[in-house]
T-cell receptor, first 117, second 112 residues
Framework: GAVVSQHPSRVICKSGTSVKIECRSL??????MFWYRQFPKQSLMLMATSNEGSKATYEQGVEKDKFLINHASLTLSTLTVTSAHPEDSSFYICSARSPLSGSVEQYFGPGTRLTVT | GDSVTQMEGPVTLSEEAFLTINCTYTATGYPSLFWYVQYPGEGLQLLLKATKADDKGSNKGFEATYRKETTSFHLEKGSVQVSDSAVYFC???????????FGDGTTLTVKP
């Protein structure tokens, strides 16, 4: 149980275009989802926290107009990188939590490798 | 704020060697503590967890004990295998289920 999927696993896009990444909790309802960015050989950097039905809370320094997060249902959150540029190339990982279960544990997706050319 | 400090890597061991990766934390209250493992090109997988002082988390031969007196959660394995080569992250989550804090990760390479 507690499986989180991400789609796509890899995406290459041209500079200036937008890319949408989906994060789904497959067998549980995720009241909270997190979006992380990971640079090579580095730890995870939290970008934003999204709660179902409300606006995402962005971390300091993360441009909310560039990284659009939508958590429209209890099983789906999306991250849209708008007007992508090469510096947005990175590994994006989502995680989901269901405090309703009584646990603070996060379940991570497999990640999405974004390359902007 | 909360913080997690992990032993710097990389760590290189021979197969069947004993592994310790140190992790200490700073947090208010009583956080839950986690170890995650990340294989190349993949997301994080939960390795083990402990939710209160003196709890021992264990999985696949790995163990870690929540030590509140030393604010530590060191990861150990008695005999590592080549397949254990990965990056290991120590993390904490506050009891109120807020944001998690991750260590910088420790790269483990096990040689045959």
């Amino acid at each position: 149980g507690a499986v989180v999927s991400q789609h796509p696993s890899r995406v290459i896009c041209k500079s200036g275009t937008s890319v949408k990444i989906e994060c789904r909790s497959l067998d549980f309802q995720a009241t909270t989802m997190f979006w992380y960015r990971q640079f090579p050989k580095q730890s995870l950097m939290l970008m934003a926290t999204s709660n179902e039905g409300s606006k995402a809370t962005y971390e300091q320094g993360v441009e909310k107009d560039k990284f659009l997060i939508n958590h429209a249902s209890l099983t789906l959150s999306t991250l849209t990188v708008t007007s992508a540029h090469p510096e947005d190339s990175s590994f994006y990982i989502c995680s989901a939590r269901s405090p309703l279960s009584g646990s603070v544990e996060q379940y991570f997706g497999p990640g999405t490798r974004l390359t902007v050319t | 704020g909360d913080s997690v400090t992990q032993m710097e890597g990389p760590v290189t061991l021979s197969e069947e060697a004993f592994l310790t990766i140190n992790c200490t934390y700073t947090a208010t209250g009583y956080p839950s503590l986690f170890w995650y493992v990340q294989y190349p090109g993949e997301g994080l997988q939960l390795l083990l967890k402990a939710t209160k002082a003196d709890d021992k988390g264990s999985n696949k031969g790995f163990e870690a004990t929540y030590r509140k007196e030393t604010t530590s959660f060191h990861l150990e394995k008695g005999s590592v295998q080549v397949s254990d080569s990965a990056v290991y992250f120590c993390a904490l989550t506050p009891s109120h289920a807020g944001k998690s804090t991750f260590g910088d990760g420790t790269t483990l390479t096990v040689k045959p």
